[in-house]
């Protein structure tokens, strides 16, 4: 079992910056991609970036490619999302999720999910 713990949301005013932690824990998380999701109200889980454990390959959605960018501290056990020049329409509720997958844009590969972090932009 992996249990993973998002922490940094809030409300940051558009322009401004905020930095998610994914805290991983529970059996060897090495052989897993993280991935980052993002639901805004009545809307679909989309795929925001992700970033495979081992060589840290990364990838990212074109609504936030330039903006955001995904890393892991493998000692820690973290993966975070640095979010630059937030946009009102970044607003949603943030999620970090784990797979064993090479499918990682789609939320449906993913086995394990954590609970969510608000991240607000205000206008």
């Known amino acids: 079992q992996v249990q993973l713990v998002e922490s940094g949301g809030g409300l940051v005013q558009a322009g401004g910056s905020l930095r998610l932690s994914c805290a991983a824990s529970?059996?060897?998380?090495?052989?897993?991609?993280v991935g980052w999701f993002r639901q805004a109200p009545g809307k679909e889980r989309e795929f925001v970036a992700a970033t495979t454990w081992s060589i840290g390959q990364t990838y990212y959605s074109v609504a936030v490619k330039g903006r955001f960018t995904i890393s892991r501290d493998n000692a820690k056990n973290t993966v975070y999302l640095q979010m630059n020049s937030l946009k009102p329409e970044d607003t949603a509720v943030y999620y970090c999720a784990g797979t064993s997958s090479g499918f990682i844009r789609a939320p449906d590969e993913y086995s394990y999910w954590g609970q969510g972090t608000q991240v607000t932009v205000s206008s």
């Open positions: 529970g059996r060897a998380f090495s052989s897993y991609a």
